[in-house]
């Protein structure tokens, strides 16, 4: 079946960097849009960011840009999510989603992965 | 960004009942809207894209409508499994914005 399957839960110190995988089985990992979104406890959900794994060209939000680093590697279906200089406001489940169609980038989310906790603390 | 206001913030009802909740765009987003739900620990859900289509595999009694700026979301009869949070979202204008959630409580 078509799923998103992310790395485990993640420990950091204010000051460190993180990096989420997201693998990808049960489609053409080329053909959809990747993108990455965090919810902090009790909040909203909030876009960071999208990959197109075919191309590999990525978009950030302007909250993140000068953090966010998104990749991928076509040979292992894999979409990677970097975020540096954490801080405590990071703290957040952080998710992969595969948008409904394959263009545009933007759209509804119908597959998600199981979200990655970070916890930012000293 | 596109502000999206969600209301109620909360909502108490009965199996059976019939539960609405609204979303309002700070602009306009033509029909690019789509309603999610969550529940305890788990990723959202996708049950209506584009405003009023049911997403593959979710009960009929989940439907939606609107556009522009206002959007509605509707349980036909509501059931205990529908105990969650409920999410608008729109994907007209980068960066993609959620409502705040509607807490939806038997």
């Known amino acids: 079946q078509v799923q998103l399957v992310q790395s485990g839960a993640e420990v950091k110190k204010p000051g460190a960097s993180v990096k989420v995988s997201c693998k990808a089985s049960g489609y053409t990992f080329t053909a959809y849009t990747v993108h990455w979104l965090r919810q902090a406890p009790g909040q909203r959900p909030e876009y960071m960011g999208w990959i197109n794994p075919d191309r590999g060209n990525t978009r950030s939000s302007q909250k993140f840009q000068d953090r966010v680093t998104i990749t991928r590697d076509t040979s292992a279906n894999t979409a990677y999510l970097e975020l540096n200089s954490l801080t405590s406001e990071d703290t957040a489940v952080y998710y992969c989603?595969?948008?409904?169609?394959?263009?545009?980038?933007?759209?509804?989310?119908?597959?998600w992965g199981q979200g990655t906790k970070v916890t930012v603390s000293s | 960004d596109i502000q999206m206001t969600q209301s109620p913030s909360s909502l108490s009802a009965s199996v059976g009942d019939r539960v609405t909740i609204t979303c309002q765009a700070s602009q306009g987003i033509s029909n690019y809207l789509n309603w999610y739900q969550q529940k305890p620990g788990k990723a959202p859900k996708l049950l209506i894209y584009?405003?009023?289509n049911l997403e593959t595999g979710v009960p009929s009694r989940f439907s939606g409508s609107g556009s522009g700026t206002h959007f509605s979301f509707t349980i036909s009869s509501l059931q205990p499994e529908d105990i969650a949070t409920y999410y608008c979202?729109?994907?007209?204008?980068?960066?993609?914005?959620f409502g705040q959630g509607t807490r939806l409580e038997i």
């Open positions: 584009d405003a009023s």
């Open positions: 989603a595969r948008v409904r169609r394959p263009h545009p980038p933007y759209d509804a989310y119908d597959v």
């Open positions: 979202q729109q994907h007209d204008f980068p960066p993609i914005t």
